[in-house]
């Protein structure tokens, strides 16, 4: 398995702990999606849709290839105050997984921007992005 | 094209009764109300939320002072005026929202 595969199923792996009884503001980790792309029901708020989105090769040590991958966490929630509460969730989800450097497979992690939006419809509805770069260095040719 | 007594019918058949609330004045009118699909929250190409908005046309003479924060009770429900559309045909589209 590359990589790049590990550290995505080690951020869904952490992502999915968001859950009060863990400890966590919210139950966001019953809701957490890999590249969905259709729209969340309200049922499922609060939820998480992440993405791999971009990938730079940098430099690195001479005979490995080191990238720079950026993974975009949305969240979406019924309220400022619930999305603030899952942006607090998964800045600890990050930071626990930059601890542990994804389980030993990333070389470091940096949170580099994001952004809060809300609407109101027939109910508050609200999302933030999260972008956040996983630098990590894998075999020459492989991700 | 339509003229005033088409709006008229349209309104006589097919609206229900709401209480429209501007500041303190308060006045019974006919709406149409309606609901769209929508898709809240796209950020990013993100899919968003699936959702709706709430829209209630009127005749404008009843909503000519009609601003943002106003109310609409319709069956005994309060929405809030969001978004006031003048359409070049005598109405009033009213988007409205279950929350202020």
Request: with cysteine; proline share 1%.
């Amino acid at each position: 398995m590359s990589k790049r595969q590990q550290i995505v199923d080690y951020l869904s792996t952490e992502l999915k702990k968001i859950l009060k009884t863990n400890g966590y503001n919210t139950d966001a980790g019953k809701n957490v999606f890999e590249w969905r792309d259709t729209p969340l029901q309200k049922t499922e708020l609060p939820g998480i849709v992440f993405r791999d989105n971009l990938v730079n090769k940098t430099a690195g040590t001479i005979g490995m290839f080191r990238w720079l991958m950026r993974l975009e966490i949305a969240i979406f929630g019924k309220s400022a105050s619930e999305i603030r509460s899952v942006i607090e969730d998964v800045i600890r989800v990050i930071g626990n997984c930059s601890e542990t450097r994804f389980g030993g497979v990333a070389a470091d992690v940096e949170i580099p921007e994001g952004e809060i939006v809300i609407e109101r419809h027939d109910i508050v509805e609200g999302a933030a992005v999260l972008n956040f770069d996983v630098i990590y260095d894998a075999a020459k040719w492989s991700i | 094209m339509f003229y005033d007594a088409d709006i008229d019918i349209f309104f006589t058949d097919f609206a229900r009764a709401a209480t429209f609330k501007h500041g303190a004045e308060e006045k019974e009118i006919k709406v149409v109300f309606n609901i769209e699909y929508q898709i809240g929250v796209d950020v990013n190409t993100f899919a968003g939320i699936e959702t709706y908005r709430l829209m209630a046309e009127a005749k404008t003479a009843d909503v000519l002072d009609a601003v943002h924060g106003d109310t609409l009770t319709i069956e005994g429900k309060t929405y809030y005026i969001h978004e006031v559309q003048r359409t070049d045909i005598g109405t009033t589209r009213l988007i409205l929202s279950e929350v202020e």
